[in-house]
């Protein structure tokens, strides 16, 4: 799998959009990006994914550069209960291929 | 989304026993789950790929004589710590797929080993 690169914390005032970027320069033209996330002491949460085209769901949005060696994912409203950490994820299609996390982007959202 | 449970959510036993953590997908089959671990302010490391009526795989560096995972139906595989010790200590978190792009994670099982 594509390594990725994300900062390691960022903050956000409720109500904002958050924007968390991801650089992923070795990605392969078959391979997507997922995005999840963690909040403190639960198991990851699936939000979103795409492979080149930009995608929205109810959660969030998904920007992903022609080149696709970057993507943004948007909250477009935050709220206190998106404090969490967030990762960015390259891989191949398929949920039988497993998932390798990186380190993240921690987001705290602010009152 | 698909739910997976994991049974229990926390557990506490004494250094040289062995614990049985479950994972269930409740309203799917998975015919492949996974296992993870995660240490205080870390990512989450893969542990091992649990295969339905086979073997599971591991990864480098995870001991498949301590941690033994069974997958015994579509719905169920289970990890044991054998002689837990307490660096095995840890948040241990599944995750199974119906087959489609999205993976399904567990709430996790917090092992605190005295």
């Known amino acids: 799998d594509a390594k990725t690169t994300q900062p390691p914390s960022m903050d956000c005032a409720e109500g904002r959009a958050a924007n968390l970027p991801c650089n992923h320069s070795?990605?392969?033209?078959?391979?997507?990006v997922y995005w999840y996330r963690q909040i403190h002491s639960q198991g990851p949460q699936y939000i979103i994914h795409g492979l080149k085209n930009n995608e929205t769901n109810e959660m969030a949005s998904l920007i992903i550069t022609e080149d696709r060696k970057s993507s943004t994912l948007i909250l477009p409203h935050a709220t206190l209960r998106d404090t969490a950490v967030y990762y960015c994820?390259?891989?191949?299609?398929?949920?039988?291929?497993?998932?390798?996390f990186g380190t993240g982007t921690k987001l705290q959202v602010i009152p | 989304g698909a739910v997976v449970s994991q049974h229990p959510s926390r557990v506490i036993c004494k250094s040289g026993t062995s614990v049985k953590i479950e994972c269930r997908s409740l309203d799917f089959q998975a015919t492949t789950m996974f296992w993870y671990r995660q240490f205080p302010k870390q990512s989450l490391m893969l542990m091992a790929t649990s295969n339905e009526g086979s073997k599971a795989t591991y990864e480098q560096g995870v001991e498949k004589d301590k941690f033994l995972i069974n997958h015994a139906s579509l719905t169920l595989s289970t990890l044991t710590v054998t002689s837990a010790h307490p660096e095995d200590s840890s948040f241990y978190i599944c995750s199974a797929s119906p087959g489609s792009y999205e993976q399904y994670f567990g709430p996790g099982t917090r092992l605190t080993v005295t």
């Open positions: 070795t990605i392969s033209g078959n391979e997507y």
């Open positions: 994820i390259v891989r191949v299609a398929g949920g039988y291929q497993k998932v390798t």
